[in-house]
């Protein structure tokens, strides 16, 4: 096809054990999945999942053993951390069961969903759209995909996240409010679903500001580490 300008490149992650890449396709990040995230931002309950999404050139990938350097966003005083168990799927569908979207997990990998909160509360306030607090250039820090044939299928285990070594965030993937397998069939009534997609799964409480010079460090179990700097 003769394009009129270069196709533009979309985001690959790396594959733990591997030299293969994960082609990235689309970014849904599902919030407030963690009860005690939820009441801290104030909201409690089961109520049904809500989704948002950032660019798939958005993600900012990183190696095992490596420290990332993610810049300061532009336009902001109050940059969030969020750990969170990140699905990478390997196929897809429309309307699927929990059990048929357990099926198209491929892997999983640590990720961060970095927030511009000032610019997020403002638009929470004005009633529009999160794209300018969430969805910006490197919001979305990612170590490794690791096979669902290595880890199995992660269900519970302990997430955390430190700044600078002091602990942030800690909880349970058993914490979640819904499940991958149930988050994942619930979006696939709202887009079809597809390989190459990423979904953010939630963060546990415990959310706060980073600034430049500071070195975060997020964990889940079976996963090894994430490690991002916080440059200019």
Same mark, same amino acid.
């Given at each position: 096809m003769n394009t009129v300008f270069p196709t533009p490149e979309g985001g690959t992650l790396l594959v733990a054990g591997s030299d293969a890449a994960f082609p990235v396709r689309r970014v849904y990040c599902v919030g407030r999945n963690y009860a005690?995230? /939820?009441?801290? &931002?104030g909201d409690s309950g089961r109520e049904p999942p809500f989704f948002f999404a950032k660019?798939?050139?958005?993600?900012?990938?990183?190696?095992?053993?490596?420290?990332?350097? &993610?810049?300061?966003?532009?336009r902001t005083q109050d940059l969030h951390h969020e750990i969170e168990l990140v699905a990478a799927l390997g196929?897809?569908?429309?309307?699927?069961?929990?059990?048929?979207?357990?099926?198209?997990?491929?892997?999983? /990998?640590?990720?961060?969903?970095?927030?511009?909160?000032?610019?997020q509360g403002a638009a929470k306030k004005s009633g529009r759209p999160w794209e300018v607090g969430k969805a910006f250039d490197h919001s979305a820090p990612i170590g490794p995909v690791h096979p669902i044939a290595a880890t199995g299928a992660l269900s519970q285990g302990r997430i955390a996240l430190t700044v600078n070594g002091q602990e942030r965030q800690v909880g349970?993937?058993?914490? &979640?409010?819904?499940?991958?397998?149930?988050a994942?069939?619930?979006?696939?009534?709202?887009?079809?679903?597809? /390989?190459?997609?990423?979904?953010?799964?939630?963060?546990? /409480?415990?959310?706060?500001?980073?600034?430049?010079?500071?070195?975060?460090e997020g964990t889940i179990e079976g996963l090894g580490a994430l490690q991002v700097r916080i440059g200019a």
């Open positions: 005690d995230h /939820a009441r801290e &931002m660019p798939g050139d958005a993600v900012l990938s990183i190696a095992d053993g490596e420290v990332g350097t &993610m810049p300061y966003p532009p196929s897809g569908g429309r309307d699927l069961t929990a059990e048929q979207a357990a099926a198209c997990v491929w892997g999983y /990998a640590i990720g961060l969903d970095m927030t511009r909160r000032d610019l349970d993937l058993s914490d &979640m409010i819904w499940s991958v397998p149930e994942l069939a619930y979006l696939s009534t709202l887009f079809e679903l597809k /390989a190459g997609d990423l979904v953010f799964t939630g963060t546990p /409480a415990g959310v706060g500001a980073v600034v430049p010079g500071d070195l975060l």
